[in-house]
């Protein structure tokens, strides 16, 4: 057995023995720092690779990128969501400027929570995913970037040259392989897009439950 089919299934076989712990803590919304304030919003799904199983998980963080001067794709520089429910992740008062969504973070509680930390997961999205998310923010503006359910490896083999880069700036001293990759509780992921939704129907949609998630901030008026 190779090591890829090896990760895969000690994967699925720590995914199986934990549950849903909801570990995300209750983020408080942030105001309004400025009436030209903006903001971006990406709805996202994960689909494990336990597949018949067909377990869909919701990301606790996602981790964004401002594309400036040099680098294109390949910043040094990420920035966390700042609110985020139900797999809708918000980055509110956000300068303008280019932006992608480049990872996602979400830990699953051991069904032993007393004796067991929880088991956290990155998850880094593939080049093709990344310019998928790519998205101008105007002074003003609030954007919804789409909503995507991403297709989860079982580990780091066969990265590409972005998700190598962002693993090295988000997690650079975390395992990818070898057996401490598997005791750690701390696992490393590569993410690519299975489906993309931009169209109306889907954008009506996340303005409804936006208005709900950011209900009694100055950002609920904001969304259309």
Same mark, same amino acid.
């Given at each position: 057995?190779?090591?890829?089919?090896?990760?895969?299934?000690?994967?699925?076989?720590?995914?199986?023995?934990?549950?849903?712990?909801?570990?995300?803590?209750?983020?408080?919304?942030?105001?309004?720092?400025?009436?030209?304030?903006?903001?971006?919003?990406? =709805?996202?799904?994960?689909?494990?690779?336990?597949?018949?199983?067909?377990?869909?998980?919701?990301?606790? !963080?996602?981790?964004?990128?401002?594309? =400036?001067?040099?680098?294109?794709?390949?910043?040094?520089?990420?920035?966390?969501?700042?609110?985020?429910?139900?797999?809708?992740?918000?980055?509110?008062?956000?300068?303008?400027?280019?932006?992608?969504?480049?990872?996602?973070?979400? !830990?699953?509680?051991?069904?032993?929570?007393?004796?067991?930390?929880?088991?956290?997961?990155?998850?880094?999205?593939?080049?093709?995913?990344?310019?998928?998310?790519?998205?101008?923010?105007?002074? %003003?503006?609030?954007?919804?970037?789409?909503?995507?359910?991403?297709?989860?490896?079982?580990?780091?083999?066969?990265?590409?040259?972005? !998700?190598?880069? &962002?693993?090295?700036?988000?997690?650079?001293?975390?395992?990818?392989?070898?057996?401490? &990759?598997?005791?750690?509780?701390?696992? !490393?992921?590569? %993410?690519?897009?299975?489906?993309?939704?931009? =169209?109306?129907?889907?954008?009506?949609?996340?303005?409804?439950?936006?208005?709900?998630?950011?209900? %009694?901030?100055?950002?609920?008026?904001?969304?259309?």
């Amino acid at each position: 057995m190779n090591l890829l089919k090896m990760q895969c299934l000690l994967a699925a076989a720590v995914l199986i023995s934990v549950v849903l712990g909801g570990c995300a803590s209750t983020q408080p919304i942030p105001e309004l720092s400025d009436p030209k304030s903006s903001g971006l919003a990406i =709805d996202v799904s994960l689909k494990t690779p336990l597949g018949m199983f067909g377990i869909m998980f919701e990301p606790e !963080q996602i981790y964004f990128a401002k594309i =400036d001067g040099e680098g294109g794709l390949l910043q040094q520089k990420i920035i966390r969501s700042n609110y985020i429910k139900d797999g809708r992740a918000y980055l509110l008062n956000v300068r303008p400027g280019i932006y992608v969504a480049v990872a996602e973070f979400h !830990q699953l509680t051991p069904r032993h929570q007393e004796t067991e930390a929880p088991l956290r997961y990155t998850t880094y999205f593939s080049k093709e995913l990344v310019e998928q998310t790519r998205v101008t923010v105007r002074e %003003g503006d609030f954007v919804f970037i789409g909503s995507y359910v991403v297709n989860v490896s079982g580990g780091f083999n066969g990265a590409d040259e972005v !998700q190598t880069h &962002y693993k090295n700036v988000i997690a650079p001293n975390a395992n990818t392989s070898g057996f401490g &990759y598997f005791i750690g509780g701390d696992y !490393q992921y590569c %993410g690519t897009l299975l489906e993309r939704k931009i =169209d109306e129907q889907t954008h009506n949609e996340f303005v409804r439950k936006a208005k709900e998630d950011l209900a %009694g901030s100055g950002w609920q008026t904001r969304i259309r």
